[in-house]
């Protein structure tokens, strides 16, 4: 009886040594994910910072070549997309709708003929979305 009981716990100590692993390896999978996830959205507001440098640059020489600012544009929308399907965080969510709202305003101005639309709001969005990224 003493080696039934034994064994039982043997048997018992066993599975409770693979569940307490499987559950440390998903923590550790999930951590990593949100890490890759975090990197990511921090990788892709940095692109979106570049695009944005160069909106305005384009913005101030849009007499010489209108194509420039909405090549920009279409920049920051790739990024925003990328940043969009890879992320459910609230608040990197709505940054993103933010910045897509200020950069669709740039487009239909150039598009009604304002050459110099004011960027303000696309670079304010970007900086939010950079802060809601490394926060």
Same mark, same amino acid.
Do not use: F, H, W, Y
């Given at each position: ?24 390896? $998903? ?5 990593? !994910?949100?890490? %890759? &996830? @975090?990197? #990511?959205? =921090?990788? +892709? /507001? ?5 695009s ?37 965080? $609230? ?5 993103? !709708?933010?910045? %897509? &709202? @200020?950069? #669709?305003? =740039?487009? +239909? /101005? ?16 970007a900086?939010?979305?950079?802060k809601?990224?490394?926060?």
């Amino acid at each position: 009886m003493a080696a039934s009981r034994r064994s039982r716990r043997g048997r018992v100590t066993a599975i409770a040594a693979v569940v307490a692993a499987a559950a440390l390896t $998903a923590g550790l999978t999930t951590g990593c !994910d949100a890490v %890759n &996830k @975090a990197l #990511d959205c =921090v990788q +892709t /507001a940095d692109t979106i910072a570049d695009s944005v440098t160069e909106l305005q640059q384009a913005v101030e020489n849009a007499a010489n070549d209108p194509s420039q600012a909405d090549a920009s544009l279409d920049s920051i929308d790739k990024s925003l997309r990328k940043i969009g399907d890879k992320t459910d965080d $609230a608040d990197v969510n709505k940054a993103v !709708d933010d910045l %897509n &709202k @200020a950069v #669709d305003n =740039v487009r +239909t /101005a150039i598009k009604n003929g304002d050459s110099a639309p004011d960027v303000r709001p696309v670079t304010d969005a970007a900086g939010e979305l950079t802060k809601v990224c490394t926060s």
